[in-house]
C-alpha cells in the first residue's frame, strides 16, 4: 500500500460512454499526477496539479477532462473516448519541492471498444 | 530526442545473482534528479531508490543501488542477491525542473526482469 488509491481497477467501455477513474491520497501530499501506461510505451504524463491548480497539460486530447477539487482527490472523467485510449492510468502524488518521490496508485486498467 | 534510455527490454537472471539495469539519460539542466521504479504484474509502481545530481555517493538502499556515473550520464540500478520476488518490470525516470515546484518526472521505457530459480 502507497498511501494512494484508485477506483475503479478496471474499466470497460464503450465509445460513447462518460465514466470517471477516481484517485486518492492519503499522504498528506499537494501534486497530484495522471500518466498514461500503453504496452511498449514510456509513461505519459498527462497532467498535474500543483495546490489544485492545474499546471501542466501535455496536449492531451479534450476527452479527458480532470478535475481536482481538493489536494486529496483527483478524477480523470472521460468521454467519447478511442479504441487506442486503452492503457492502464495511473495517479501519483507527491509534495512539491525538492528531490520527492512520487507515490502510484495501481492504476486502473482501461478498456474500449 | 529520448531523455531516458533503457537498452535492455528483457532481462533472465538466476536467482541470487546480482543484476544491473541500464539507464542513460541525457539533460542540459545542472540540477536534477534520478528515479527507479519498479511495477510487478499487479500494476503500482513502487520507487525503489533516487541520486540527485550533486549527491556526492552513489545512493543505497537495501539490496538496491545506484551506479551514477554522471560524466557518462548513466544510472544503472544493482541489486544484489536477486529474489524470486524481484520479477517486475523496472523504470528509470528523470526528475525536471518546473516552474512550480512539482515534480515531472520522464520515464523510460523499462526493463522486464524476469529471476529464475
Known amino acids: 500500500e502507497t498511501g494512494v488509491t484508485q477506483t475503479p481497477r478496471h474499466l470497460v467501455m464503450g465509445m460513447t460512454n462518460k465514466k470517471s477513474l477516481k484517485c486518492e491520497q492519503h499522504?498528506?501530499?499537494?501534486?497530484m499526477y495522471w500518466y498514461k501506461q500503453s504496452a511498449k510505451k514510456p509513461l505519459e504524463l498527462m497532467f498535474v496539479?500543483?495546490?489544485?491548480?492545474?499546471?501542466e497539460n501535455n496536449s492531451v486530447p479534450s476527452r479527458f477532462s480532470p478535475e481536482c477539487p481538493n489536494s486529496s482527490h483527483l478524477f480523470l472523467h472521460l468521454h467519447t473516448l478511442q479504441p487506442e485510449d486503452s492503457a492502464l492510468y495511473l495517479c501519483?502524488?507527491?509534495?512539491?519541492?525538492?528531490?520527492?518521490?512520487?507515490?502510484f496508485g495501481p492504476g486502473t486498467r482501461l478498456t474500449v471498444l | 530526442a529520448q531523455k531516458i534510455t533503457q537498452t535492455q527490454p528483457g532481462m533472465f537472471v538466476q536467482e541470487k545473482e546480482a543484476v544491473t539495469l541500464d539507464c542513460t539519460y541525457d539533460?542540459?539542466?545542472?540540477?536534477?534528479?534520478l528515479f527507479w521504479y519498479k511495477q510487478p504484474s499487479s500494476g503500482e509502481m513502487i520507487f525503489l531508490i533516487y541520486?540527485?545530481?550533486?549527491?556526492?555517493q552513489n545512493a543505497t538502499e537495501g539490496r538496491y543501488s545506484l551506479n551514477f556515473q554522471k560524466a557518462r550520464k548513466s544510472a544503472n540500478l544493482v541489486i544484489s542477491a536477486s529474489q524470486l520476488g524481484d520479477s517486475a518490470m523496472y523504470f528509470c525516470?528523470?526528475?525536471?525542473?518546473?516552474?512550480?515546484?512539482?515534480?515531472?518526472?520522464?520515464f523510460g521505457t523499462g526493463t522486464r526482469l524476469t529471476i529464475i530459480p
Open positions: 501519483a502524488s507527491s509534495r512539491t519541492g525538492g528531490p520527492n518521490e512520487q507515490f
Open positions: 499522504l498528506g501530499h499537494n501534486a
Open positions: 496539479y500543483s495546490l489544485e491548480e492545474r499546471v
Open positions: 539533460t542540459s539542466d545542472p540540477s536534477y534528479g
Open positions: 541520486q540527485g545530481s550533486y549527491d556526492q
Open positions: 525516470a528523470m526528475r525536471e525542473e518546473s516552474n512550480f515546484g512539482n515534480e515531472k518526472l520522464t
